[in-house]
């Protein structure tokens, strides 16, 4: 058995109780959708209406979110926000607009928080654990099995790609310092040392679209990694090892023309921050594939980008296989964060306020098909016949 199976195996072992009864007592419920669509439940808004929001989960199962203008803690459910609690004035964090990652750890007090563009904030129990700045861009932050874990960019505090020439992709805490858990690919752009300036902020631009990722985290501590703007989700160890791969497609960076609609409002945001841009990065914008993804509730999850619009698709472990069911309604194609909580899955738009649940029982209930063009560790996935899908069924059981 390769290393990467014995990693999925190992995962399959962790499927929550409450998946596990749904999967026995499946409840269907497709209103405001086809049959078989899952529909998404609209959550009524809570706190501030700018700034962004990360959600977690707690080792109850119990869904939070954070909100990063007041640094306030909100409670979750299918009903709505409960009283929220405050965790950055306690802490001594005051600071406004410089929240642009978090994650959760095993609680509602502990929180991992991207506070500058090299700085990270550890809060643990209300209190403020002091971590040395990193050498690299930091772009997204999780928290596996209660170490940081920290996903930068290849963009050194000088502004370009200094020593080493290999950028790291992943960054653990070792003592009181960071060190490479995971390298990256070193850049293959002459562009990036070309004397002309645009065409190195293009170059820049573009190596940052390629390397901008998201971060999941599972029970046994693996890190997920969702590639932006390309399907592609790599799992790796605690210790930085890779287990898998997986990719849909040709996973290419995809560059597009930026909607002129669009383009006004980001233009308008950016003025009104005091921020100029170049027009190409106005005019051009990648095109979105994963748009974000939770490992915590035994299966992996992957809310995408397709030619229908947004659809969620889910990683089974046991048959390996890699299944999509639509949903219904017109979801936001934007960034979100999922959080698998104990009675269904938790979508949260990161910026614009919007957040929705689906019941497990309805997750399970959906009509869900095999995604084509898979590859794991880059070998053609084959889909299992069905005797052998049934037959892991009822071993999952």
Same mark, same amino acid.
């Given at each position: 058995m390769?290393?990467?199976t014995k990693g999925l195996r @190992?995962?399959?072992?962790? #499927? +929550?109780? #409450?998946t596990l009864a749904a999967v026995l007592t499946v409840v269907f419920s497709a209103a405001g959708g086809e049959a078989g669509e899952l529909t998404p439940v609209s959550l009524p808004s809570f706190g501030p209406s700018d700034g962004l929001r990360f959600l977690g989960v707690d080792n109850h199962g119990r869904v939070f979110a954070l909100t990063s203008e007041t640094m306030e803690v909100w409670p979750l459910t299918s009903e709505g926000a409960g009283e929220p609690? !405050?965790?950055?004035?306690?802490?001594?964090?005051? @600071?406004?607009?410089?929240?642009?990652a978090a994650a959760m750890g095993d609680s509602s007090d502990e929180w991992l928080v991207r506070t500058s563009a090299f700085g990270v904030t550890w809060f643990r129990s209300g209190k403020l654990l002091p971590l040395p700045e990193t050498d690299w861009l930091v772009q997204d932050v999780t928290l596996a099995k +209660?170490?940081?874990?920290?996903? *930068?960019?290849?963009?050194? !505090?000088?502004? +370009?790609?200094?020593?080493p020439s290999t950028p790291p992709l992943l960054l653990g805490k070792s003592g009181k310092r960071w060190v490479t858990l995971v390298d990256g690919e070193v850049p293959d752009d002459g562009r990036l040392t070309s004397q002309d300036g645009r065409e190195r902020q293009a170059a820049y631009r573009e190596l940052r679209w390629r390397r901008a990722?998201?971060?999941?985290?599972?029970? !046994?501590?693996? *890190? =997920?990694v969702a590639s932006d703007y390309a399907y592609r989700v790599v799992e790796y160890s605690s210790a930085g090892h890779e287990l898998m791969v997986l990719t849909v497609g040709d996973p290419v960076l995809e560059v597009v023309e930026r909607p002129e609609e669009e383009r006004e409002e980001l233009r308008a945001m950016l003025e009104a921050q005091g921020r100029k841009v170049p027009q190409a990065a106005l005019t051009a914008m990648p095109k979105a594939a994963v748009l974000g993804l939770s490992a915590s509730s035994g299966r992996l999850y992957v809310l995408v980008h397709t030619e229908a619009g947004?659809?969620?698709?889910? =990683?089974?472990? *046991?048959?390996? !296989?890699?299944? @999509?069911? @639509?949903?219904? +309604?017109k979801l936001p194609v934007r960034k979100m964060r999922l959080a698998a909580g104990s009675d269904g899955l938790y979508l949260a738009l990161v910026e614009g306020g919007g957040g929705w649940w689906i019941p497990w029982s309805e997750i399970e209930a959906g009509v869900w098909s095999t995604v084509d063009d898979v590859r794991l560790n880059d070998a053609p996935l084959a889909v299992p016949a069905e005797e052998s899908a049934t037959e892991a069924r009822n071993t999952l059981r």
């Open positions: 390769s290393p990467a @190992r995962l399959s072992t962790t #499927v +929550g109780v #409450v609690s !405050q965790l950055g004035e306690e802490a001594g964090f005051g @600071r406004r607009s410089t929240v642009i +209660g170490e940081p874990v920290v996903a *930068v960019v290849p963009v050194g !505090q000088g502004g +370009g790609l200094e020593p990722v998201d971060l999941a985290t599972d029970p !046994q501590g693996h *890190v =997920w947004v659809a969620l698709d889910r =990683w089974n472990p *046991v048959t390996l !296989q890699l299944e @999509r069911a @639509r949903l219904a +309604g």
